[in-house]
């Protein structure tokens, strides 16, 4: 499994851009957004023109409505407090400022799973987990408590965020790769490779 990832385009077209190309030279399997994505003509020309799965949260500086345009796009997925299964692998979205959900839906169904009981190989939150790549300016930790300790509790293989642009980067969290695809800093897009073990690649 490979995931193109990045967070915190913020409306600007070259960022969009860079990520788009990524799709033809990396080859994913499935694109994540984790968040500040700016529901601008920008980035959903970029949604309309990606074809693969595309899974998107919301962040901080998102509006949560920005999902009902994101739903009209046939390959694009609103992953907020839902969960969506592609080749075996479970991802698990919770978006904006301050993560916290105790239920999910499956994609394409209408009953409700408590996330306790739902398969998470692959968070996407916009916020990192508290203390780890979420350091900001004079080392200052920003990250979300309900994050780590659902990581922590649950170890999915892979938690992507972004939000943190002092921060990007990869950590471990026990078992969980912890990968902070901000493009905030002048990144274009990171990439994660997913099978018996992880490799993470920032561009």
């Known amino acids: 499994m490979r995931i193109l990832a990045a967070a915190d385009f913020h409306g600007k077209a070259h ?14 399997d499935v694109a994540v957004l984790a968040g500040d994505v700016n529901g601008s003509p920008s980035f959903f020309s970029l949604l309309e023109t990606l074809d693969v799965p595309t899974l ?4 901080n500086m998102d509006s949560l409505a920005v999902g009902e345009r994101i739903h009209a796009i046939d390959s694009a997925i609103f992953l907020h407090n839902q969960v969506y299964w592609h080749d075996g692998f479970a991802f698990v979205g919770v978006g904006g400022a301050s993560p916290k959900t105790a239920e999910v839906t499956p994609v394409d169904d209408i009953t409700p799973q408590q996330l306790d009981e739902t398969a998470c190989d692959v968070l996407v939150t916009h ?12 080392g200052r930790h920003i ?19 972004g939000h943190v642009h002092e ?8 078992e969980a ?5 901000t493009i905030g800093k002048g990144g274009a897009y990171t990439v994660i490779d997913l099978d018996h073990d992880i490799s993470v690649r920032h561009e």
Do not use: T
């Open 15 to 28: 960022r969009y851009q860079s990520f788009q190309a990524g799709i033809p030279a990396e080859q994913p």
């Open 56 to 59: 998107v949260v919301h962040g």
């Open 127 to 138: 916020v990192p987990p508290k203390g780890v790549k979420d350091a900001a300016m004079l």
């Open 143 to 161: 990250g979300s408590d309900w994050v780590r300790q659902f990581i922590e509790k649950r170890q999915p293989r892979v938690a992507l965020c």
């Open 167 to 174: 921060d990007r980067g990869h950590a471990w969290l026990n």
């Open 177 to 181: 790769m912890v990968v902070n695809c």
